[in-house]
């Protein structure tokens, strides 16, 4: 029996983000309901190589599935396999890393799509990545934008993003020369960068602004400082038993005894509705993403529905008897 394997290009072609958001939503959902379930990363390592696994089961959609990806000096490779929870075959294995950029930037659009202000217009970006290209669609997708700042350290390359992102997504995009210059009377802010100290000084947090942190996975990286979590009335988890383990954030939050892991929220109970995320327009609010391997299984499982329904990938001969 063959296994359907989809490229790079393939993804591209098959979903965007809009349809993203609702994939990545319903298996938030799912978690929350236990038709979901997921599996925190798990990282072998050797000199100047590491491989980074995670897992989950949907039952929701009849699938369970991994994610692999290796890093070393030469970059990043991503793979997710998929399999049918009945037989066990391996239905999919797919290439990843637009998958991966497009299911993070979902991420974030349901935080933001719960938690930011309906009114929010303004918004900060730090990163000017590939990530960063993700985070700035999906808040799009959700709020009505009206103006952007955007920051990273080399003043090319936040010019040219500020041009190209700008003309895409037919947006006002200001590159501006601080973090902080960003940051200021924001009504939603979201970082993707690779930074291992604070961006910024979270005092410049505006009253009723969201705070999306998406760009580290590790406990020595912290992308915003411990004000920035102890002053937010709600500071939700893509998953809390996997920020305890990746989450550097949190962590100096918790260290500075400014702020609990009790008071964690799950993002999947705020999608599920049985924990409000925001009561009124003044508070300030907090998303931390590290990615989680069921969004991945939930994005693998459109796209595979998607390609057969239009004939793209190809069939390999990997799973025989």
Not at 202 to 221: E, F, M, P, V, Y
Not at 232 to 250: F, H, K, P, W, Y
Not at 277 to 306: H, N, W, Y
Request: net charge negative; charged share 25%; proline share 2%.
């Amino acid at each position: 029996m063959s296994v359907l394997f989809l490229t790079e290009s393939d993804v591209e072609s098959l979903i965007d983000m809009p349809s993203s958001i609702e994939v990545v939503e319903r298996a938030f959902a799912a978690l929350a309901d236990g038709s979901a379930v997921n599996v925190p990363r798990a990282r072998a390592s050797a000199p100047g190589f590491l491989l980074h696994s995670m897992s989950a089961t949907a039952e929701y959609l009849g699938v369970a599935g991994w994610k692999n990806y290796t890093t070393t000096t030469a970059g990043a490779r991503f793979h997710v396999a998929l399999y049918d929870l009945h037989s066990g075959r391996m239905l999919a294995l797919i290439q990843a890393n637009r998958l991966g950029q497009l299911r993070t930037g979902a991420a974030s659009g349901v935080a933001t799509r719960h938690l930011a202000r309906t009114d929010a217009t303004s918004m900060a970006l730090l990163g000017t990545g590939w990530q960063a290209e993700s985070q700035l669609e999906a808040v799009t997708c959700v709020r009505r934008l009206e103006t952007v700042r955007v920051y990273s350290r080399d003043p090319a390359k936040r010019q040219l993003f500020a041009e190209t992102m700008g003309q895409r997504l037919g947006l006002d995009i200001q590159a501006v020369d601080s973090a902080d210059a960003a940051v200021r009377d924001s009504e939603i802010v979201s970082t993707a960068t690779t930074a291992r100290e604070p961006l910024f000084d979270g005092r410049l947090l505006t009253a009723g602004s969201h705070l999306n942190i998406i760009g580290s996975n590790h406990l020595s990286k912290s992308e915003s400082d411990v004000e920035s979590i102890a002053v937010a009335s709600t500071v939700a988890c893509d998953r809390i038993d996997q920020c305890r383990l990746e989450a550097g954030e949190l962590v100096d939050a918790v260290a500075s005894r400014r702020w609990k892991w009790e008071q964690a929220i799950e993002l999947a109970d705020i999608v599920a509705g049985t924990h409000i995320g925001r009561t009124d327009d003044a508070e300030r609010t907090v998303f931390k993403s590290v990615g989680l391997a069921v969004e991945d299984v939930a994005m693998a499982a459109e796209l595979i529905t998607r390609a057969r329904d239009r004939g793209v990938g190809q069939a390999i001969p990997l799973d025989v008897d």
